[in-house]
């Protein structure tokens, strides 16, 4: 059970939200312009890095608002809560950490 | 930093057993005496009670081996009834008045059951028996299994639902301590003493961990005032939670702990209002780990003969209950900690020799006591045999050295130490990989989690002192984590004894015999070796074999002692083996404490509608829909639910009929930018709509599929009013507020779900209208001025209403929006107009035979996520002239298919019979099987109105098979030969609902 620092509510534990995969996908502006492969890798295939994955969290039984988070599939620590439309962290900060730790 | 007045008498009673106060108890249906301090286990020892269960697989005698949570043997059932619980280690129980206790696997007379059938096969089962033996002849296998089922488990469940209450809370703090021993002790007072947030808790009863046990000076005070102090201490400090009796059972992320507290054990009556158990959800900053450690056993010929004992529990039963356990005793032991047991054994009137696999020692400290008090060391020996019939009688030494001497000695009691083992759980649950320690002899916590720590024996440090003075930097440390300044307490020290390192040695290779590893599930040395040479290689998967570790204990004992034989065995390394995989929980959690009060009525949240007292009192019959309870159909007097459906349909298709359709989903939508999200949502236009008028809407998932559908109304410049299905109305608004704000955050509309705010009343019917104008005559409605799919307000029986001319029965209709809290009055106006043209009201079972009449679909009954409208046959609801979501996927490679399943009518050749739904379709009959299925019939009814049955169904290019027989399959053998039809059976051209 994560704790999870909504941008508008502050720190809740996790059982207040619910988790929409992977953050920063952008709809096609013109999906009729994409062949079945780029379409099917929008609609279908998804990241699954060890390591940061900025994801998209929603505060469903809070404030019913959608936000991104950065988060370490390893150690599951959130490195940093950030609003839609805002920059992801630095790519620095993203490298995979070792397993056992910080 | 004050310190709370001390009353420190019986500030943990029992911490000395009183034996004035007698307690009486049952064990196994026979009296006996405790007093108050013990435990069951203890109790039955002071009784002399050696046997007190039998082994799971080879039902050999076993008795108690531990003094805590480790216990393989003493495994009781407490308490009777609705109440009762299997699985208790009879070493955690404190004894009360009245407890009556069996064991969980005492057999039937101890002496014969089912286990000896199978045991006529070959005196013991080897590993993958069942899989070996009763695999064949198949014919036999239901015999097997039920043979199988009867012996298999431990303990009897409840035959009734558990009267008790149970609940859960939530906790947090700046510092949790698991774990009442010396370390954890010392690290919560240094924590309380600076004033933070603590939580400490301790699985048994009583606070001082294996210090109960042992008779030293702490801090210039005996243990046991030592203890007492400390406590009393942490229970002046209103910032301090103490939960004893409370095992810490799984650790998760972000330091999220869960334990679970038992405040009256089974069997107790406990009082009104009280609860039984309660889970402690604890969230902590900081988390120190003083779980303690678990002494390992050795291997030897009978090595689970009862009478042998862990030294650890030995030291414990005659230090702190007072029991004289042996007059005759040998300690076997690999460490010093085994020469502590054999001090106490001494000081308690028994003759005893030691026997030590290590050489002698010049600075062991125990050379002048052995020669003081007659103790014979025998140095580089080894115990290989255990012998007795229903306990131990005598051990056989053998020497190394000078001949390999053997000698026998004769033996009331044996205490075993193989050394100990950090409880590392909680580091392991929390990701930890422990690491192999050759010179301690044991796995140890590696890299440090974060705002974790392990100290004292679960850190693999068993010297009081070492525990000690960890507890005080671990405190201090947390501490500093959590922003607190410390003070180290008064100083703590204890006399550092030196001691000679421990010789980790697992099975002597010339030991035959039974050598038990697992005594709960009786696994033994040689099923390893048989594991290991039919080609078992890793751990995970010996572990599955051998059911090594597979008890309610999960080999707490004999884990570590099992790897490291099949390390040997293997050619390898501890290390290199590795350990198999740690999970929760800790001890087993009952089912009632993790229900907590979700059960019977909060068990789920149910939803009634406002007309729900209406439909009770004329006899509704309930379907549950998601949480919300809805009539299914109203019986009258004698008619079976069929009679009551059939009637229900023809009244809605010659009279009158209304249907409470309260639970739709609503969803207000307004802003300037709300027809444009529509376009986008749905498949059809909706620019065009005007200000009164509604349409039917398909929305579609990003990859195509039909996801829901309903009305939508445009009430005014944009303002609009969506109706959603009743199951999908959370998911439709959370999907419509992800689109909004992730991907068009730039778009002004906003959604508000008025589900709840306005109930619904359909009435459709020839005779709608005559019955409507009699309550709302203010709103002209004729079809010419309030035409099909229109939208008006209105008074109705004084009430405003928003009143709209839609149908989900094919009917002429209207569909009535009326403030909740009024509702029952337009109700009741309309129910009463009506009575003149026979008006009955319906419920869920008739809505869906008159809709799949008309062929209205219903999403998730007649789609599963994987139909696109085209396949539905709607092709005439995607707007070609828009993008929206899901349109794209539409024209994919595999959503262009003609062989997809499609929806179609089926007739059956039979009118009279009505199909299963979900029954799967076949081209050919007659193929074997198993046959190629080409589709499924979704929907099924027996239809009065048409007088026969109809099925909706989806069939593999079913929409160029229309007229073709295909057949059903049923799956006892039976086909049903039934032809595709067009899937509207009723008034294909839709005059009905325009009149
Ligand atoms: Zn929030």
């Known amino acids: 059970m994560f704790l999870i620092e909504c941008p508008w509510c502050g720190r809740r534990d996790q059982g207040e939200f619910s988790c929409g995969g992977e953050a920063h996908i952008v709809r096609p502006a013109s999906p009729d312009d994409l062949d079945d492969e780029s379409w099917a890798d929008y609609l279908f295939n998804r990241k699954n890095p060890k390591g940061v994955h900025l994801e998209q969290w929603v505060h469903i039984q809070g404030c019913g608002r959608w936000f991104n988070a950065a988060r370490n599939t390893v150690s599951n620590k959130i490195v940093s809560v950030y609003k839609v439309g805002e920059e992801p962290p630095h790519p620095e900060k993203r490298k995979p950490v070792p397993e056992s730790g910080q | 930093m004050s310190t709370p007045n001390a009353t420190t008498s019986h500030l943990q009673e029992g911490l000395t057993v009183n034996s004035s106060r007698r307690l009486n108890f049952k064990f196994n249906g026979r009296s006996y005496q405790g007093v108050v301090g013990d435990t069951l286990a203890s109790a039955l020892l002071a009784n002399g009670v050696i046997v007190v269960g039998r082994s799971f697989k080879y039902r050999r005698r076993r008795g108690i081996v531990s003094d805590g949570a480790e216990e393989p043997n003493a495994i009781v059932q407490l308490g009777s009834g609705a109440t009762t619980v299997p699985n208790i280690r009879a070493t955690q129980v404190m004894l009360y008045e009245g407890l009556e206790a069996t064991s969980v696997n005492k057999g039937y007379s101890l002496d014969f059951d089912l286990r000896a059938i199978i045991r006529l096969a070959g005196r013991f089962m080897p590993p993958g028996f069942y899989y070996k033996t009763f695999m064949s002849p198949k014919k036999l296998w239901p015999f097997y299994e039920r043979l199988i089922r009867l012996s298999a488990g431990l303990g009897e469940i409840p035959k009734s639902p558990d009267p008790d209450l149970y609940d859960s809370i939530n906790a947090h703090c700046d510092i949790l301590v698991v774990g009442g021993g010396i370390a ?110 678990i002494e390992r056993p050795l291997l030897y010929k009978n090595n689970d003969l009862p009478g042998i004992m862990l030294a650890g529990a030995v030291s414990a039963y005659i230090n702190r209950w007072d029991i004289t356990l042996s007059r005759h005793a040998v300690v076997f032991t690999n460490n010093d900690s085994g020469y502590r047991a054999a001090c106490d054994l001494v000081r308690s009137g028994a003759s005893v020799v030691v026997v030590d696999p290590r050489a002698a020692s010049e600075t062991n400290r125990y050379a002048k006591w052995s020669d003081q008090n007659r103790v014979e060391i025998l140095n580089q020996s080894w115990i290989t045999e255990a012998r007795g019939t229903l306990r131990v009688r005598s051990v056989i030494v053998k020497r190394s050295g000078e001949g390999n001497q053997q000698f026998e000695f004769t033996c009331d009691l044996l205490a075993v130490s193989g050394g100990w083992n950090p409880v590392l759980h909680l580091y392991a649950y929390s990701g930890g990989k422990p690491l192999f320690d050759e010179q301690r002899g044991c796995f140890v916590p590696n890299a440090k989690i974060e705002g974790q720590q392990q100290i004292g024996a679960a850190n693999g440090s068993f010297s009081l002192a070492a525990c000690l003075n960890e507890g005080v930097e ?53 099923d390893i070796e048989l594991a290991v040479a039919e080609g078992y290689r890793s751990i995970e998967h010996i572990k599955r074999y051998t059911l090594l570790g597979f008890g309610t204990d999960q080999g707490k004992m004999g884990n570590i002692v099992g790897m490291a ?112 999200f529509l376009d986008r949502i749905y498949t059809n236009g909706w620019g065009n709509l005007k200000p009164g008028r509604c349409r039917y809407g398909l929305m579609l998932g990003e990859d195509g599929m039909v996801m829901d559908d309903g009305v939508t109304t445009c009430l005014g410049p944009n303002h609009y009013l969506m109706t959603t299905t009743t199951g999908g109305a959370a998911r439709v608004l959370g999907w419509m507020e992800r689109w909004l704000q992730t991907e068009w955050p730039e778009l002004k509309v906003y959604f508000t779900s008025v589900t709840d705010h306005w109930a619904t009343i359909s009435v459709s019917g020839p005779f709608a209208r005559k019955t409507f104008e009699q309550v709302c005559e203010q709103v002209d409605l004729s079809s010419a001025s309030f035409p099909f799919l229109s939208f008006r307000e209105g008074v109705v029986a004084g009430v405003p209403t928003r009143i709209f001319r839609i149908s989900f029965s094919g009917e002429l209709g209207f569909e009535i929006n009326v403030n909740a809290n009024a509702a029952q009055g337009v109700w009741d ?167």
């Open chain 2, 565 to 676: 034989v099949a390390a040997g065995l293997l050619k390898q390394t501890i290390p290199e083996t590795g350990t198999t995989t740690f999970r929760p929980p800790y001890t087993p959690v009952t089912f009632g404490a993790i229900a907590g009060r979700h059960v019977g009525p909060l068990f789920d949240t149910v939803r009634k509608t406002a007309f729900h007292s209406w439909h009770c009192s004329h006899g509704a019959e309930f379907e549950d829909v998601g949480q919300w309870r809805r009539p299914w159909y109203y019986p009258r007097e004698g008619e079976t639910m069929q009679q009551a459906v059939n009637r229900e349909c023809l009244t809605a298709r010659n009279q009158v009929a209304m249907i409470d359709a309260s639970t739709l989903g609503k969803i207000d939508i307004q802003g300037p930018d709300a027809v444009t």
């Open chain 2, 829 to 995: 106006a309309i129910w009463e107009a009506g009575q003149e043209y026979g008006i009955t009201a319906y419920g869920t079972e008739t809505m869906h035979v008159l809709r799949a009449e008309k062929g209205f679909i219903i999403v998730g009954q007649d789609t599963d996520g994987s139909v696109t409208p085209i396949d539905l046959g709607m092709n005439w609801i995607v707007s070609k002239k828009k993008d929206f979501i899901g349109r794209r996927s539409l024209a994919r490679a595999d959503t262009k298919r003609e062989d997809r399943k499609q929806l179609v009518g089926l007739l059956t050749s039979d009118p009279a019979r009505v199909l299963p739904e979900g029954a799967q379709l076949v081209a050919n009959p007659d193929e074997p099987l198993p046959a190629t299925m080409i589709g499924h019939v979704t929907s099924s009814y027996w239809s009065e109105n048409i007088g026969r049955s109809i099925a909706l169904a989806l069939v593999r290019g079913g929409h160029q098979k229309e007229g073709q027989r295909i057949y059903v399959r049923n799956r006892d053998g039976e086909t049903i030969a039934v032809n595709i039809s067009s899937s509207v059976f009723f008034d294909p051209e839709g005059e009905r609902q325009n009149v």
């Open chain 2, 184 to 293: 954890g002790l010392s690290a919560a007072l240094t924590a309380g003493l600076a004033g933070a947030r603590v939580i400490i808790t301790e699985q048994q009863p009583l606070w001082g961990g294996a210090l109960l046990g042992r008779p030293e000076t702490v801090v210039g005070l005996s243990s046991k005032k030592w203890i007492e102090q400390v406590i009393d201490r942490l229970k002046g400090m209103k910032e301090v939670k103490l939960l004893p009796n409370c095992c810490l059972f799984g650790a998760y992320d972000h330091h999220f702990y869960t334990a679970c507290e038992t405040r009256y054990p089974p069997g107790i009556t406990i009082p009104e209002g009280e609860v039984r158990e309660r889970v402690w959800k604890i969230r902590a900053r900081q988390v120190i780990h003083a779980t303690g450690a």
């Open chain 2, 474 to 526: 671990a405190g201090i440390h947390a501490l500093f984590e959590c922003g607190y300044s410390a003070s180290v307490p008064e100083t703590t020290e204890i006399e550092s004894v030196e001691e000679q390192p421990i010789l980790p040695f697992w099975r002597l290779a010339e030991s035959g015999g039974e050598q038990f590893i697992d005594l709960q599930n009786d696994t033994k040395v040689a």
